[in-house]
């Protein structure tokens, strides 16, 4: 009962939010999650919330720009660029 209860109090705190402020919120959480659970100490759980805050907050920026996407080149780097036109 009180896992349903927490989840709905976080759900509730996130739906009043920008979509980057969202993506930022599950990013850093979804983040804190994996990173705990492979290194298995609170400092990779900090640095896996980190990297999945700015993560998350990049992602959700592109949400907020119609006709944005969200793109990685051949060397990992990520940039926003005009989505393809026609469906491709």
Excluded: F, H
Excluded at 10 to 16: C, E, P, T
Excluded at 25 to 51: E, M
């Amino acid at each position: 009962m009180k896992k349903a209860l927490m989840l709905m109090l976080a759900g509730a705190a996130l739906a009043s939010c920008s979509p980057t402020e969202r993506g930022a919120g599950i990013g850093a959480a979804s983040g804190a999650i994996i990173g705990g659970a492979v290194t298995g100490n609170v400092r990779g759980a900090a640095v896996g919330a980190a990297v999945g805050g700015v993560s998350g907050a990049l992602i959700g920026s592109v949400q907020e720009q119609p006709g944005q996407c969200y793109y990685r080149d051949r060397y990992g780097r990520r940039y926003i660029d005009d989505c393809p036109r026609g469906g491709y």
